[in-house]
Structure formats: structure tokens, C-alpha cells
């Protein structure tokens, strides 16, 4: 048995050792988002051994050295407020947030090995999506890309974000959402692990804000006829049935 499958094994052996009050928030993110969605409500027990691992994994730790954020942390029972008693909680350090589960779910296409879909997307985490979830100045961090957003729809479509902020629809306040879960529970399964794919590719998760972009141009007759910002909402409120490829090539390749 390999060292990856060790350490797998001993994670696992966490989950049923030992209950955390964090588990019960991945429990109730997976029956609200996953188990609700047409396209991975198959995938609930998967989630569950990811997750519930994923929380666990102090490895995960690691990714701190790279973010501005820090983990959160709590006292051992009797010691409150005694600095040599503070631990890490949950000991992977992260506070999970509704839709977090909609980030394994995706995987689960891929991989039919809980260890292999845990590592697969551990690995993900701790090299783009972590950056989605934290204030920084990192050109990839969520701060950039809602500036990179802003600037290439003012320029590729200037009358429509003129329009948008007239009716007081702000354009970010819609894609915010999209980029922050990297479009996962917004596009259909197969767009989704191809706009992944790319970002693994090219090493960048710029390419959400371009595709965020691509979107408002593809559904711009519509968007200049709205009137409220309600109704922009509704324009853009499914689109599940997008084929990214053509829309991101209109933007990359005018």
C-alpha cells in the first residue's frame, strides 16, 4: 500500500474516531446544494468521504503560507484565552461556506475512487480555488479578477455596462457568485470540467473572468431590454445550457 493511500487510510480513521462540529456544516451544504442538483445528487456518499477527510487533513494547512488569510483557531477545554493551548480548528483550517460541496461534486465524474477524487481535489484547492475565498492582491485572488471582469466588459461592451449600472444592475454583483464558486452548480457537468480543464491548463483562473465576460456579451440583446435589476437577474439566472468554448474564444479571440 502506497504513502498516499496510508495517509488516506489514517485520515478515514479520523472521521470515525473522532466527531467535529464542523462536520454537521458539510452535511447540510451537501443536502442543500449536491443532493438537490439534478447532475450530482448521485455523488452524496462520495462527497461525504471527501469532505469529511478534506476537514481533517492538517496538510491542507499548508496553503496559508500562500494567502493573506489565516486559520481560525480555538482553546483546548479549560484553557481559553492561554496562547499554548490555541489549536487550529478545523484542523485543516478551513471554515466551509454554502456551495462548498459543489466543488468535489464535478470530480466525481472523473474519479470512481474516493482516494483518488480526495487527492485530485486537494490538490485543486490548494492551488487555485483557495484564492477565490480570501482578500489579497494576488493577480489571481478573487480581488483581481472582479477588476479584470469590470475592465474587459467596460471595454468589449461599453454600452451594455453603461446600461447595466443605470438600472443599477451591477455586472459584478452578478459574476461575483460565478467566480467564487469557479461557475460550479452554474454551468451543466461537461462545460464545467472543460473550463476546469483549462485552468489547469494554463495555470490561471483568469479564465472565469473572461467567461463571466463572454456571458454578459452572449446575452447582451436581452440584458439592453431590462429595466430593473431584477429583470437582469432573470436573464441571467440559468445558464446551464452555455457551450463555453465558443463564448470564451469570442472574448480571447475577437
Not at 460565478?178 to 489547469?200: E, H, P
Request: proline share 4%; with cysteine.
Amino acid at each position: 500500500m502506497g504513502e498516499d493511500k496510508l495517509f488516506y487510510e489514517q485520515l478515514r480513521h479520523y472521521v470515525f474516531q473522532h466527531d467535529l462540529l464542523v462536520d454537521n456544516l458539510y452535511y447540510k451544504d451537501v443536502k442543500l446544494t449536491a443532493t438537490n442538483d439534478d447532475q450530482y445528487f448521485v455523488f452524496e456518499d462520495f462527497l461525504y468521504q471527501v469532505l469529511l477527510i478534506f476537514s481533517r487533513d492538517t496538510s491542507v494547512l499548508k496553503h496559508f503560507g500562500k494567502s493573506s488569510a489565516t486559520p481560525a483557531k480555538s482553546y483546548i477545554r479549560g484553557m481559553l484565552g492561554v496562547d499554548e493551548f490555541a489549536v487550529v480548528y478545523p484542523p485543516n483550517g478551513v471554515i466551509p461556506f454554502h456551495g462548498f460541496a459543489m466543488f468535489v461534486a464535478p470530480l466525481c465524474f472523473v474519479y470512481d475512487q474516493p482516494a483518488d477524487l480526495y487527492y485530485v481535489f486537494r490538490e485543486i484547492y490548494m492551488r487555485h480555488l483557495f484564492r477565490l475565498h480570501a482578500i489579497s492582491s494576488h493577480p489571481q485572488g478573487i480581488l483581481s479578477l472582479c477588476i479584470l471582469f469590470e475592465g474587459l466588459l467596460q471595454t468589449i461592451q461599453p454600452q451594455l455596462f453603461f446600461h447595466l449600472k443605470q438600472i443599477n444592475a451591477q455586472p459584478l454583483k452578478i459574476a461575483f457568485k460565478w467566480m467564487m464558486r469557479a461557475f460550479s452548480g452554474y454551468l451543466a457537468s461537461d462545460q464545467l470540467l472543460l473550463l476546469w480543464d483549462r485552468i489547469l491548463a494554463y495555470d490561471s483562473t483568469e479564465l472565469l473572468a473572461v467567461l463571466a465576460v463572454a456571458i454578459f456579451c452572449f446575452r447582451r440583446t436581452n440584458l439592453m431590454e431590462a429595466s430593473t435589476l431584477a429583470s437582469a437577474d432573470a436573464i441571467l439566472a440559468d445558464i446551464s445550457t452555455i457551450q463555453i468554448m465558443p463564448l470564451l474564444q469570442i472574448v480571447l479571440f475577437p
